[in-house]
């Protein structure tokens, strides 16, 4: 008995009514490639692995003829990943299925004559991923198109339902399947009739195609890269100027900050500098009129930087300190100038003079000249 989902999958096959491949083998006295009901994919290929060798390369005769194919012994998606998506894109190779049907007149011809040849078996060995199966019952015929439809294999998966529903004697088949643009792509395939000749012929030509796709996707990816390449240079000298005009612009908001400030700090020495200067005038004693006692006044005159000149008089009771004052408010104060007098050679008045002493004590002269140099 089918399970529900055998008969629901032999009910659109004409043939659900012929027996499964248990009922043929003892029938025929053969062991069946793959039994029904196996436990798992692997478990199933290597039993078919087993009975082909026990069938083919077995016997004395076969030993010295057969060449054992290379058949792979796990899941459809692993078979595929190995042929397809191999790291290395040099050692990729095209798919090659060997569907067997024990119940075809060519099942034991093609695979002695043709399968097993030197040629034949060697190319596949070298430059293809043998996948096998056997769709001699109907429950394993269901799995296999089953692992064709999950695998997006469309026109492999109707030609095998088709040629097992009509053309059985087409059996066994080797169906060359290829990957192009992530599509599987059957490309040929060998039936059961075929000579050892013709499906080299087919296999060799199914390389050169799978080899000019990998040509042909290997310069489009070459084209990809230099595109990324041509995208990732331009995207870093994009990201490189968009950093080079955000460093100018703050180097120059840095820089008008900087002149912001410093304009604000002479501001303030100005304003600070001028409060000073106000508060030492408001200080001084007044100058004395021109009509007053030349015995009680003296005179000086300032020379001062970059040639600029000035005229004072003061009383004979001042202190020196008074002269320091006057020059201090007109804003040469003695932390960035230095005063000296006309005598030979010249005293600078901080360093020889108390200033607290007045004009007279200090033997001051009636008229001195006193020249002002900026430190």
């Known amino acids: ?3 529900v989902v ?7 096959l004409p043939w659900h009514g012929v027996e499964v491949a248990r009922q043929a083998a003892v029938q025929n006295g053969r ?11 692997p478990d199933a290929l290597r039993n078919f ?45 095209p798919l090659v299925f060997y569907i067997n049907h024990d119940r075809s007149i060519a099942a034991n011809i093609f695979a002695s004559q043709v399968l097993c040849s030197e040629a034949v078996s060697s190319l596949i060995r070298h430059q293809y991923v043998l996948f096998p199966w056997d769709i001699s019952s109907d429950s394993n015929l269901m799995h296999f198109m089953e692992f064709l439809q999950a695998s997006n294999m469309a026109d492999v ?3 095998v339902q088709r040629l097992a529903m009509h053309k059985v004697e087409n059996f066994p088949m080797m169906m060359v399947v290829v990957r192009e643009r992530n599509t599987y792509r059957l490309v040929d395939y060998c039936k059961g009739t075929d000579t050892a000749d013709q499906v080299l012929e087919k296999l060799l030509a199914g390389v050169e195609q799978y080899s000019s796709i990998r040509m042909n996707e290997a310069a489009e990816r070459r084209e990809r890269e230099e595109r990324e390449a041509i995208r990732n240079q331009q995207e870093a000298e994009y990201k490189a100027s968009l950093a080079a005009d955000k460093a100018r612009m703050e180097a120059k908001q840095k820089e008008i900050e900087e002149q912001r400030l410093e304009e604000e700090r002479k501001l303030k020495e100005e304003e600070d500098e001028a409060l000073r200067r106000q ?23 300032f020379r001062l930087p970059e040639g600029g000149q000035d005229m004072r008089r003061f009383r ?15 804003g040469f104060s003695p932390d960035k100038y230095k005063y000296f007098n006309s005598d030979f050679p010249k005293k600078e008045i901080t360093r020889h003079f108390d200033l607290s002493t007045n004009f007279t ?15």
Not at 316 to 326: K, N
């Open 316 to 330: 004979r009771v001042e202190s020196i300190q008074t002269l320091i004052d006057y020059l201090s408010s007109k």
């Open 157 to 159: 998966r109707n030609m």
């Open 361 to 375: 004590d200090s033997k001051w002269p009636a008229r001195e000249q006193i020249f002002v140099e900026e430190i």
């Open 1 to 3: 008995m089918f399970s």
């Open 31 to 41: 062991v069946p490639m793959i039994p029904d009901g196996y436990t798992s994919v």
């Open 49 to 93: 692995v087993t009975v082909f060798s026990d069938r083919f390369c077995s016997t004395v005769a076969s030993q010295l003829q057969a060449y054992m194919p290379p058949f792979f012994t796990d899941t459809l998606p692993n078979a595929l990943k190995e042929a397809f998506e191999n790291p290395n894109s040099e050692l990729r190779r």
């Open 279 to 301: 508060l030492v005038a408001s200080q001084l004693p007044d100058e004395p009129p021109a009509s007053a006692p030349v015995a009680e006044i003296i005179n000086v005159k």
């Open 6 to 12: 055998q008969n629901f999958f032999a009910s659109l």
